[in-house]
C-alpha cells in the first residue's frame, strides 16, 4: 500500500489541479445549484487527498470509495470528512452499494492506472453518476493511449461527451513525471428522449419484469409501435440484417438465400422481416412473446412462413426443433427487460451446426451479455465471426450507437 507520506515524499501534486478541473466544469454545467447540495463521489479516494481539495472549493456532500479499508482509516483518522466510506473495488462489475445514477459528479484522481482500474470500469463509473452529471479523472501521460479507446467509443456511443482534457501538474520532484492528464466529461442524457418518444412504455418494463408484464405491455404498444420507433429515427433493422447478410456467403456457399431457414427472435411487427425478404431471403419465420405484435406484422403483410407466439427464454421452446433453423437474427430483443442472457442457450439450440446467431446489443447492455456469450465461447458452443457497431437511432436526442454480433454455431 502506498502511503499519503509516500505520495507526498514523491511530490504529488495534482489533487489540487484536477480538483478545480471539475469545479470549473461544476460552474459551467450547475451553474444554480449550491456545491453544498451537489452529491460527489472520490473513486478511489485513498488517504482523502482530493476530499480535502473539494472541501476547500466548498463542497460537502462527498462520499469516498476504495478498495483498501486501510487507505480509507488513513483517511478518517486524518478527519477528512466523506459522508461515506466504501470498500469496494472499482471494475466492471456493478457495485451493489451505489445506485445508478446516484452522484451529480464524480472524480478519480490517480487511480485509473492501467495496473489498478482498467478501462471498462469507466462504463460502471458512469452509471453512478446521474445523466446530465460529471466523471472527471486524471490520467498518467503515458498511458493516455490505453484509455483513449474506450472514452472514445463511450463518445461516438453518444454516452458522454467531453467538457475538457489538458495537461495538469502530476509530480513536482525533479525525478518524478511533471504532467500527467484531468478530464472533465459529461454524462449525456436519453431518459427525457426515451420518455418522450415511448410515453406510454417508457420504464414500464425492466429486468426483473415478468413475461406476463413484458407481454401485456407489447399487447399494448403494438398498434402505436411502428409510429413510435419510426419517430424516434429508429435505424438498425437495415443495417443488421446486411450486417448478417456479410456473413452469410461464407458460411452457406452452396445454398441460395432462398433456402436458408431464418428465425427472425423478437420479431415484432416485422421490420426485420421486411429488411430480409428485400435481401433475398423468403423462409424466414417470426418468434414472438406478444400476439398483438405479430398481428400487426401479419396486417402489414410481412412474408413470414410461419408465426410462433411464445417467449423465449432458458426453456425449451417446443414450437422448435433443435438445429430447426440455418440463422436466427434478433433486432432490438435482446435487452434486459426483454430476451434475457439465459435465452442464449435456447437460441443456439434453435440453430443447426455450423449456423448463424445473429444480433443488436444496446451500448449500454453489452457488459449484461458478455459473460454468456463468452462463456459458449469457452466451451466450444459457438465462436465469435465477427462483431460491430451499427446505427441505432438517427434522432439527435437519442443513442446513436448500438453492437451487432454474429457468431458461428460449433456443437450442441
Ligand atoms: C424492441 S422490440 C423489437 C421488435 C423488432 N425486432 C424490431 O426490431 O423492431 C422487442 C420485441 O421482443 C418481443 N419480446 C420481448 N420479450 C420477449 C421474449 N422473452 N421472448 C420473445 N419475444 C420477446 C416483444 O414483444 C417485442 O416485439
Redesign the pocket.
Same mark, same amino acid.
Given at each position: 500500500m502506498i502511503s499519503s507520506q509516500e505520495i507526498g515524499a514523491a511530490g504529488a501534486c495534482f489533487h489540487k489541479p484536477l480538483a478545480e478541473c471539475l469545479d470549473v466544469a461544476v460552474n459551467e454545467v450547475f451553474p444554480n445549484i449550491k456545491k453544498t447540495q451537489l452529491k460527489i463521489l472520490d473513486a478511489g479516494a485513498g488517504t482523502g487527498p482530493i476530499g480535502i481539495e473539494l472541501l476547500k472549493l466548498g463542497y460537502t456532500d462527498i462520499h469516498a470509495l476504495d478498495i483498501s479499508q486501510e487507505m480509507l482509516n488513513i483517511a478518517k483518522e486524518k478527519g477528512v470528512p466523506y459522508r461515506r466510506f466504501i470498500c469496494c473495488p472499482l471494475t466492471e462489475k456493478k457495485i451493489d452499494e451505489l445506485e445508478t445514477g446516484e452522484f451529480d459528479a464524480l472524480i478519480s484522481a490517480g487511480t485509473l492506472i492501467k495496473a489498478n482500474v482498467r478501462p471498462e470500469a469507466l462504463v460502471e463509473m458512469i452509471r453512478i453518476v446521474k445523466t446530465g452529471g460529471l466523471v472527471c479523472f486524471s490520467l498518467r501521460y503515458n498511458e493516455v493511449d490505453d484509455y483513449q479507446p474506450k472514452m472514445t467509443e463511450l463518445e461516438e456511443a453518444g454516452i458522454w461527451e467531453k467538457l475538457s482534457g489538458k495537461k495538469i501538474p502530476y509530480y513536482n520532484r525533479e525525478d518524478m513525471p511533471s504532467y500527467g492528464f484531468g478530464f472533465v466529461m459529461a454524462i449525456r442524457t436519453y431518459e427525457a428522449s426515451y420518455k418522450k418518444y415511448f410515453p406510454d412504455t417508457y420504464e414500464k418494463i425492466g429486468k426483473d419484469s415478468t #413475461?406476463d408484464e413484458?407481454?401485456q /405491455?407489447?399487447?399494448e404498444?403494438?398498434v402505436k409501435?411502428?409510429e413510435q &420507433?419510426g419517430a424516434a429515427g *429508429?435505424a438498425? #433493422?437495415k443495417p /443488421?440484417s446486411d450486417y448478417m447478410n456479410s456473413f452469410v456467403k461464407e458460411s452457406f456457399p452452396n445454398t441460395p438465400k432462398d433456402q436458408l431457414k431464418i428465425l427472425? @427472435?423478437? @420479431?415484432?411487427?416485422?421490420? &426485420?422481416g421486411i429488411e430480409l425478404d428485400k435481401l433475398g431471403y423468403t423462409c424466414v419465420h417470426a418468434?414472438? &412473446?406478444?400476439e398483438?405484435? /405479430?398481428n400487426v406484422a401479419r396486417q402489414k403483410g410481412v412474408p413470414y412462413k410461419r408465426f410462433i407466439c411464445?417467449?423465449?427464454?432458458e426453456k425449451r421452446v417446443c414450437e422448435v426443433e433443435t438445429g430447426e433453423f440455418d440463422i436466427v437474427i *434478433?433486432?432490438? @430483443?435482446l &435487452?434486459m $427487460?426483454?430476451?434475457?442472457p439465459e $435465452?442464449l442457450v435456447e437460441i443456439v439450440r434453435m440453430v443447426k451446426k455450423g449456423g448463424l446467431v445473429c444480433f443488436?446489443l444496446r451500448y449500454n447492455e453489452v457488459d449484461h451479455y458478455e459473460p454468456k456469450m463468452t462463456e459458449l465461447e469457452k466451451e466450444g458452443i459457438w465462436e465469435k465471426l465477427g462483431s460491430k457497431k451499427i446505427p441505432y437511432f438517427n434522432q439527435e436526442d437519442m443513442p446513436s450507437y448500438a453492437y451487432g454480433f454474429t457468431y458461428k454455431v460449433l456443437k450442441k
Open positions: #413475461h413484458v407481454r /405491455l407489447y399487447d404498444w403494438a409501435y411502428d &420507433i *429508429a438498425f #433493422h /443488421l427472425d @427472435a423478437g @420479431a415484432g411487427t416485422g421490420p &426485420i418468434l414472438d &412473446i406478444s398483438e405484435m /405479430l411464445t417467449a423465449l427464454t *434478433a433486432a432490438g @430483443a &435487452i $427487460a426483454n430476451v434475457r $435465452a443488436s
